[in-house]
């Protein structure tokens, strides 16, 4: 069962379950001056934010699809006529950098892409690899599935299917086959600027902070600070829930995340969930993560195994404060045991430092 709603939480990690043909993917929040949130809508899983200069536009982050990205295209251009110039990818995870194609398509080759220097790694070794995946066999077997599923009547547990259970299947079958023409076409634009620590854009209004501060949910996660307007755009840093742990360095998160606590800011554009007002919600993924990552070093220590470990340790009272839980209880349950999982492979030496 565990293993199930991990797998749910993979494939929604994979942008597979967005509804089809959505002319209006984002809702677009301003939190300054020329500062605007896109919050994807439910089904277009990750967010970003565009800034718009005197003479330019810097966007963050592009979602899984170019569509999506020609959707958030279109709502910058509604707002100004100005050229989009740079791209910050906030980190390599492929729903935040398979739409980057999309900018220099539209602006044309004057589009800079900004990321730190091991996320460019990533997206190499990582990200277009993933790509080719999803296009050869996780998309097609998604596909498969599904399509069995309606043929027979039966839903993956074998019981059979409801109305709405039907409506949703279809629904998703279509999704999947429009992403599985879009991935033919999906060629990463890499980042044309890299950078080690930090990089700072001074503009004729305002200066942008492009901040490295550690490893965190994967090696290579920047934040774009505007201390003028006390925003911070954080990608998957900060999120409404327990962000995904599958590339991350839980232990190293905690100082990565308290110094993008400790900057001077009121507002985060996070990389999913709506926008957060105060740090009410970054100090509740601190708390978490700090009890975690104590309950796994204490287990390792007791010589525990980590099944035992599993089963033993209790983040349950961290729950209420992650609003991506509410509808879905589980979701805590599987993203606290990979949370678990991977705090113990980062303190025994399994993965690399
Ligand atoms: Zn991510």
Known sequence: MRRRTLGVVILLSMGLFAPPGKAQSFDIVKVADGVYAAIGK?????????IVNKDDVLVVDTHFRPSWANDLIAEIRKITNKPVRYVVNTH????????????????GPGVEYIAQHTAREDMVSKAIPSV??????????????????????KGA?????????????????????????ELKSIQIALPTITFERSL???????????????????????VVYLPKEQVVVTGDLLTNG??????????????????????DWNTAVTGH??????????????????????????????GMTLEDAKKSIDLSKHQAGFPAYTTNPQGFAAASNGAVERTWAELTGKIPN
């Open 273 to 302: 969930g709506g926008v957060q007002t105060g740090k009410e919600q970054a100090d509740r993924l601190l708390a978490y993560m700090k009890d975690m990552v104590a309950a796994v070093k204490d287990a390792i220590g007791k």
């Open 92 to 107: 390599w995870h492929n729903d935040h950098v398979q739409g980057n194609q999309a900018y220099v398509s539209a602006f």
């Open 42 to 50: 439910p089904g277009v899983l990750s967010n970003g934010a565009f």
């Open 200 to 222: 700072v854009l001074y503009k004729a209004e305002r200066t942008i902070h492009i901040l490295f501060f550690g490893k965190g949910h994967t090696r290579g996660d920047v």
């Open 132 to 153: 080719q995946n999803q296009l050869n066999k996780d998309v097609p077997e998604r596909i498969a599935r599904t399509e069995k599923m309606l043929a027979d009547g």
């Open 157 to 181: 547990d074998g019981n059979p299917l409801t109305d709405t259970a039907r409506t949703t299947l279809s629904e998703r079958l279509a999704s999947d086959k429009a992403y599985l023409e």
């Open 242 to 263: 327990i962000p995904l742990m599958r590339d991350a360095y839980p232990s190293q998160w905690i100082g990565t995340l308290d110094s993008v606590r400790n900057l």
